[in-house]
C-alpha cells in the first residue's frame, strides 16, 4: 500500500520531495547507471499503477528526468490515471492500445506494439490495455517527475488537479494517427510514433560514421526525444551534453565509453533494451559491434520548440568541435587507443572496420 509522501517527510532533512514520494510507493527503486536489458528488470506489485513495476533513479539523471518500467498482465489493463508530470512511455514488449480522454468529452483510442513510442499529453485521463491473452506487455517511462514533485511537493494536486488544457489534447480524430509535421534541421512534430525502430532518418554528417538522426517534439510538451542509427563496423564521435539523457538501445549490439575530461574512461556493453544516463557535461561515445545498423532513443526533459535553456535538453553544441567552444571531439584528436580498441574487437568477432581512414587526418590548416 502506498504511503503519502507527506508521512514520512522529516523536517529539515534537506530530501527532495521527489524522493520522498517513491519511498512511500511500496515498489523496488533502483538506483543504477546502467540497465542491461530492460525486458529482465525485476518487478513488484505497484499498488497506484494496477501493475508490476519499478522505479529507476538513473546516476546521470540527476533531477531533470525520472523513469519507470510497468508491466501490464495479459489481457489486462493498469489503473485510469492523470497528472501533472509529462511523459514519454516506449513500448519495451508486446502490443495493446491506450485511450486518452479529458473532462471536456474528447476522447481517443490509439494501437502500439513493441518499439512503440507514446507521448501523454499534459493531465489528460488515460489507461493502457493489454492486447494479448497470452503474453505481458512491458511499459518504461521516462518523466520529468523530479521536477514536478519537488516543485508542487504535494502528491494529491499532482494526480488529481481536474484541469484540460485544451492547446495540448483537442481530441481531434487524427491526433495520434496523423504522420505529423517535419521541420528544417531534422525535427519532426508528432503525437505517436508507431516504430521507433523502423521510423525514416536523416544523414547527420557532422556526428560522424555515416549516422542518421530525426529529433522528435511531441503533444506540445518539454519532454522531447531523437532516434539516431549508425552503420554495421562505425562508431560515433565522442560528445557530451546536459543531465537526463536516457539512452534505450533500441537495436543492435555494441558498447559505448563514459569518462569525464583527464580521466579514464569506462566501457559498458550494450544490447537491445539497455538503457545509461550519461552524467551531466560527461564525455560519451558508442560503437557498433553487430550485424545491423545500431540504433538509439534518447528520452529527455527540455526540447527546441520549448526550450528549457542550455542546462536541459540542449542540443545546439553536440556536433561541434570543442576547440571552437562545441561538445564534440574530432576523429583526428581522440586517442590512439580508442581505434584500436574498435578494431581488436572487430577482429575478434570476425569482422573489419568500415571507418573511411581519411577521418583520422587532421585538416591542414
Given at each position: ?92 514488449q508486446g502490443r495493446g492500445a491506450t485511450t486518452i480522454w479529458n473532462d471536456n468529452g474528447a476522447k481517443q483510442t490509439f494501437e502500439w506494439q513493441e518499439g512503440s513510442l507514446i507521448s501523454v499529453p499534459l493531465n489528460v485521463h488515460h489507461q493502457h490495455f493489454n492486447g494479448q491473452g497470452d503474453k505481458p506487455a512491458r511499459l518504461f517511462s521516462v518523466n520529468n517527475m523530479p521536477i514536478v514533485f519537488s516543485l508542487f511537493h504535494n502528491d494529491d494536486f499532482i494526480f488529481n488537479t481536474p484541469y484540460d488544457f485544451a492547446d495540448r489534447f483537442d481530441g481531434r480524430p487524427d491526433y495520434f494517427s496523423s504522420q505529423g509535421t517535419q521541420h528544417p534541421g531534422r525535427i519532426w512534430e508528432t503525437n505517436f510514433i508507431a516504430d521507433t ?169
Open positions: 500500500m502506498a504511503k503519502p509522501a507527506q508521512e514520512i517527510d522529516t523536517t529539515m532533512d534537506n530530501i527532495p520531495f521527489f524522493y520522498k514520494w517513491q519511498k512511500g510507493e511500496g515498489v523496488d527503486v533502483i538506483e543504477t547507471f546502467f540497465i542491461k536489458d530492460l525486458k529482465e528488470v525485476p518487478l513488484k506489485w505497484w499498488d497506484r499503477m494496477g501493475g508490476d513495476g519499478t522505479l529507476f533513479n538513473m546516476e546521470g539523471a540527476g533531477d531533470a528526468t525520472g523513469a519507470y518500467i510497468v508491466e501490464i498482465a495479459p489481457g489486462k489493463s493498469l489503473n485510469p490515471m492523470r497528472h501533472l508530470y509529462e511523459e514519454l512511455i516506449l513500448v519495451v525502430r523502423t521510423f525514416n532518418l536523416q544523414e547527420w554528417k557532422e556526428r560522424g560514421a555515416g549516422g542518421k538522426n530525426v529529433f522528435l517534439e511531441m503533444c506540445d510538451g518539454t519532454m522531447a526525444a531523437h532516434i539516431s542509427e549508425f552503420p554495421v563496423g562505425t562508431y560515433k564521435k565522442a560528445h557530451r551534453h546536459g543531465p537526463g539523457f536516457n539512452v534505450i538501445i533500441i537495436k543492435g549490439q555494441g558498447f559505448s565509453l563514459f569518462w569525464w575530461e583527464g580521466e579514464e574512461p569506462k566501457r559498458y556493453d550494450w544490447q537491445d533494451g539497455s538503457v545509461f544516463v550519461p552524467p551531466e557535461m560527461m564525455f560519451h561515445q558508442h560503437f557498433n559491434l553487430g550485424p545491423t545498423g545500431a540504433r538509439y532513443l534518447p528520452l529527455r526533459f527540455g526540447g527546441i520548440k520549448h526550450s528549457m535553456g542550455e542546462g536541459y535538453g540542449d542540443i545546439s553544441k553536440v556536433d561541434k568541435d570543442v576547440k571552437s567552444g562545441g561538445n564534440q571531439i574530432e576523429y583526428y584528436d581522440q586517442p590512439k587507443y580508442i581505434r584500436e580498441m574498435f578494431e581488436g574487437d572487430m577482429t575478434r568477432l570476425g569482422a573489419e572496420s568500415r571507418m573511411d581512414p581519411g577521418v583520422y587526418a587532421k585538416p591542414s590548416a
